[in-house]
């Protein structure tokens, strides 16, 4: 897939619960999203599970949504439909990857 030049890539971070697979395979639970940067709306996502379907269904719930305005909304969506270990890691991670998004938003302002 290529991305368009007003695309980001954001990386969001979470500690997985210690009876995760994810935590035996990788130690921390990772979040990477493709964003349009103007609009915060999510191209592309990926997680670092265990399962290919996993991954796929995570996706599914994150393509095509606004990282900036709807994160309430995603996280509602995983809360509700997401019944795995990670649960908690991914809400976490994406609300780490709107910070760092923003935070990236700030510097490219200020430069």
Request: with cysteine; glycine share 8%; aromatic share 6%.
């Amino acid at each position: 897939m290529e991305y368009g030049g007003d695309t980001v890539l954001v990386a969001g971070t979470a500690k997985a619960g210690t009876e995760n697979p994810i935590t035996a395979m990788y130690n921390h639970f990772i979040l990477i999203l493709i964003l349009e940067k103007s609009t915060g709306k999510i191209i592309d996502a990926e997680i670092n599970s265990v399962c290919r379907i996993t991954n796929e269904f995570v996706r599914a719930i994150l393509v095509g949504r606004n990282l900036y305005y709807e994160l309430d909304q995603i996280c509602e969506q995983v809360n509700t439909r997401y019944m795995g270990s990670s649960k908690k890691a991914i809400v976490n991670c994406l609300k780490d990857a709107k910070n760092r998004a923003a935070m990236g938003s700030d510097e490219a302002k200020n430069t």
